[in-house]
């Protein structure tokens, strides 16, 4: 019993004391316990106020995005409102700090200081559970739900409940009790922030984004700047891309912090990370964490961190990367689901911040190699290829210039060919221009590197439709290939080979296959691969001239030298027959060209699968045959059916999608007027088109070594 303060009468030879102890005052309602802390200045209303004030919550979300803000405005409001008997706000960041602002608690209301912590505790949430007063608790940053084990208080018509945490196990959420995600700032939000705080300055949008519309960032980049009367925000914004610098080195000290803030932004996240990696799988979460920093934001498969190569890295299984993936997101450091992981770019940069400069190289390489067998195989699942793109551009701006250590990485070059295959020639075409740029930067321009993305640039824009400037492009190409790899490299005819294809006559055309022809009879033999390939090329050139007689002859050699060399199921023996097939349908002989491209379909999709481009194409080609020989009702059945898979493979603005809408238009007129139209030729689809990637002496040779 605690005697201190209080005055007692000795009686007697000193061995009974009586202590006499004034009587306690009443409780003088309403009763504030703690202390707030202070608002934002420029406070943002946020989305997440109304469910506080409309229930008990648990403020969830990343550190930094203003959930002590959120309870802190509403706990401003009741502090005044004297309807409310107890309003008590507790850092809760252990279960002895809980228990011990449970014990405050119960002194304050209770009267009874003849207790243990732990008693009082209990005593404060039984009278919580029983009273009819009105009461409000904060439990500011909980750490670890276990620490709230016994220590939730308990639900009742009179009382609210509002935690906030960065936490989202499953034991937070109840029937009682809302768990509420808090995000980064919208846009407005951090316009209206940075207007108010930076008044007057240019670029406050663009710095809102950059900055991830993370509150935390903004304020503590805002004070930063106004610090700093010379330092523009596009300034600012420079130090902020210049991967040079470090988080740290572009926002406060922990002394030029605003009032409210009691970390930077660099140190907000370290004791999530500790945290996380100390749940099991012991030890994963933050070599795992490190490398999703070197990724994209906006999502990585979860398939690239399950590969093979990394989990021999982190040596484990693939079962094991899944569970620290989900204690990555028990701490909001992550946000997983199904498909994909996504993380704040801060805190991909300040994780990154940590990473010793000799590991960053090894890691970039671990991650790239990991998403070359994550990139389906050929443009079939446009969502999953497009994330790719994102992740690989993402890595390699991240962490450059180590992606071209010791050469080129060969997703640089999977990326810029991916945007081709899904049919965005002129994006690619870019793609490859600043690739070759980098390549002479960091390689030379002799370098194989630096002509494989030439020869890359060239292709795509000729398939972008730029002919004349491709030509240009294929030009130089023959001479410094021939300089550099010498006439016969396979790169070399590769080049020489498309460029013959582009040239404005047909005449040039076969002329210059014909001498390619001739060099590699010379030089490597008639069953050469590339020599097939030419003699496939001259005889599609001839067909197109008109000589289709002696191309289907030669179309049939050709096939045969496949057939012995390479095997029926090659897929360069399935386009041979499949061009063979078309060119016969042009010769007049539909019937038969519909009957084997029916087959080639058919072989097409048992070896490269159902929606491979490939077999669209040869599907696109057998109904068209079929139109032209008269079946027009099961053309069209055709036509409709490869539409509906083209939409789900491919989406709705793909090139070839919109070819195929137009062919459903065009036979469904047929179907009902019975006019015979014509579709434009042979080549709707580009199956024939000698530019094309996927036909022999296309450019798909290329960096090959």
Partial sequence: MDVRGNVGVQIGDG?????????????????????????ADRYQRRAAEAAVAETSVVLSGLGGVGKSQVAARHAHAVWWDESVDLALWLTAGTRSAVISGYADAADRVLGDPRRTPEDAAAAFQAWLGSTRRRWLIVLDDVRDPADLKGLWPPTTPTGRVVVTTRRRDAALVRDDRRLVEVGVFTEAESSAYLTAKLPDRDGLRELAADLGHLPLALAQAAAFIADKPLLTVADYRDRLADRRRTLAQVMPTRHELPDEHRDTVAATWSLSVERADSLRPEGLSRPLLEIISLLDPAGTPVTVLTQDNVLAHLGVDAEAVRDALACLHRLSLVTLDARAVRAHALLQRAVRDTIAPERLTPLAHLAADALLPAWPAHETDSALAASLRSVANALHTHTAPALWEPRAHAVLFQAGKSLGEAGLAAEAVSYFRELRRQAEHHLGPDHHDTLHAGHEVAFFTGRAGQEAEAVAEYERLVVDSARILGPDHRDTVAVRNNLALLRPTAADTIAELADLLADLLRARGPDDRDTLAARHNLAMARAGAGDRAEAITELEEVLTGLLRTVGPDHARTLTVRHNLAMWRGDAGDVHRAAAELARVADDRRRVLGADHPDTFSTRYQSAHSRALGGDVATALAGFRDLLADQLRVLGPDHPDVAITRQAVRRWSDV??????????????????????????????GAGDQ
């Fill in 671 to 700: 179907a009902e007027d019975g006019f015979e139209g014509q579709l434009g030729g042979a080549d709707e689809l580009g199956v024939t088109a000698q530019r094309r990637r996927d036909d022999p002496g296309a450019a798909d």
């Fill in 15 to 39: 061995n009974t004391q009586h202590i006499h102890l004034p009587p306690r005052p009443p409780v003088e309602w309403p009763v504030r316990v703690g202390v707030l802390p202070p608002l």
